[in-house]
């Protein structure tokens, strides 16, 4: 299979398409004169522009992602708060006890805030926003799911077990557990996460989602369209053969489901 991949290139070996690729043995070009099968959007930012390119390829290829160019905090708990119909986000000077305080852009970590606080004004108020704490512990550590979304499916689950959070949101992963979507998601929740990626416009990518102790309800906390983690830099903690098996199982699924849609396209 060769890929069109536009606007940009992922040029850093720990990203996960490129493990998958590598497997599948795909060629990439970014040449939009070039032969190819299908396309990828592809820019690691957390807004993105349209991509005139990708637009005329997508009257002929699938292209994968065109309509996942906003993975802001503020993007996701829209779509997550219409499909699941409750909300993590909390207003800081009216709500007591912890709170979480994130960065709207994407991959810029939070902070622990005890509440209530102002949320500030003018550009801060714009540049942060406030959720729950989400309690997610198990003895000591805090329990975090991966979800891999490939091309409308769920092919595996990556159950995180991290320090539990003081100061930082962002901890240290102690362990990875490979496991299936059914064996911690119910079908209902299966359903909704799905509706979700398809709000967003997320065909590829990663969710991270929290099952909070408090209601035993499912947040999704972040969406991911550039993901990584497979890269020589072991900072997942993988077991090798976990990794070798995420890797199988993304990489079935990626080109399963991109063959269905070419398919579904039919010839030009």
């Not at 003018?122 to 891999?148: C, H, T």
């Amino acid at each position: 299979m060769n890929v069109l991949i536009l606007p940009e290139y992922p040029d850093k070996e720990f990203y996960t398409i490129v493990a998958i690729f590598m497997r599948l043995g795909y060629f990439a070009t970014q040449d939009p004169d070039a032969t190819y099968d299908f396309a990828l959007s592809w820019q690691d930012v957390t807004w993105q522009d349209s991509c005139g390119a990708l637009e005329r390829a997508a009257r002929r290829v699938p292209v994968v992602n065109l309509k996942c160019r906003d993975i802001s905090k503020r993007r996701v708990e829209l779509e997550f708060s219409r499909v699941f119909g409750y909300s993590s986000f909390i207003d800081p000077s009216s709500t007591r006890g912890k709170g979480v305080k994130k960065h709207d852009r994407n991959a810029c970590g939070g902070f622990v805030v005890d509440l209530p606080v102002e949320s500030g004004n003018g550009g801060e108020a714009k540049e942060f926003v406030f959720q729950k704490f989400l309690d997610s512990s198990r003895e000591e550590s805090m329990i975090e799911y991966r979800v891999p979304v490939v091309l409308g499916r769920i092919p595996v689950v990556y159950e995180e077990y991290k320090d539990l959070p003081v100061r930082r949101i962002k901890t240290r992963k102690q362990k990875i557990e490979l496991t299936e979507a059914e064996q911690v998601f119910t079908e209902t929740e299966i359903a909704q996460i799905l509706a979700f990626c398809i709000g967003i416009g997320l065909d590829f990518g990663e969710l991270d989602i929290i099952r909070a102790n408090e209601d035993g309800r499912l947040y999704i906390i972040d969406a991911n369209k550039t993901p990584g983690g497979f890269g020589m830099f072991n900072k997942v903690n993988w077991v090798h053969e976990q990794r070798q098996r995420a890797i199988e199982r993304l990489a079935t699924s990626f080109d399963r489901g991109i063959r269905e849609r070419i398919c579904e396209m039919g010839p030009e």
